[in-house]
């Protein structure tokens, strides 16, 4: 499980890399601003409520189809936000989540492996 701020004394933290093994990510990337590229292994399974609200400089993410579980307003805040690639399918984005993705964020389709989703 990753909490806390990862973010606490790197203020120019641009890339992440997850490492294999992880199971959840919390709220370790809340704030920040620099953030602009995450790359999430395939034992994830959760991404908490919150995890990437206020990363500014977040343009796209992907998700790997083995996430079962994201909470309320995990991109809120992420006012560059334009694409979200989940490789899983589009029943099972429907299935773990809510277009509650967060306010600020100027996500309008989720690109899926069998189609892709708009609001």
């Given at each position: 499980v990753i909490y806390g701020s990862?973010?606490?004394g790197f203020t120019n933290l641009e890339t992440v890399i997850?490492?294999?093994g992880i199971?959840?990510?919390g709220n370790a990337f809340y704030g920040c601003a620099s953030l602009s590229s995450v790359q999430?292994?395939?034992t994830v399974v959760e991404i908490a409520r919150g995890a990437f609200s206020d990363c500014t400089s977040l343009v796209s993410i992907t998700i790997p189809g083995s996430v079962t579980t994201i909470g309320e307003f995990v991109f809120s805040g992420c006012s560059a936000l334009t694409s979200i690639t989940f490789t899983g399918t589009m029943a099972q984005w429907n299935a773990l989540?809510?277009?509650n993705l967060g306010e600020g964020q100027n996500v309008k389709t989720i690109h899926c492996?069998?189609?892709d989703l708009s609001r």
């Open positions: 990862a973010c606490h997850i490492v294999e199971v959840t990510i999430i292994p395939t989540i809510s277009w492996k069998d189609g």
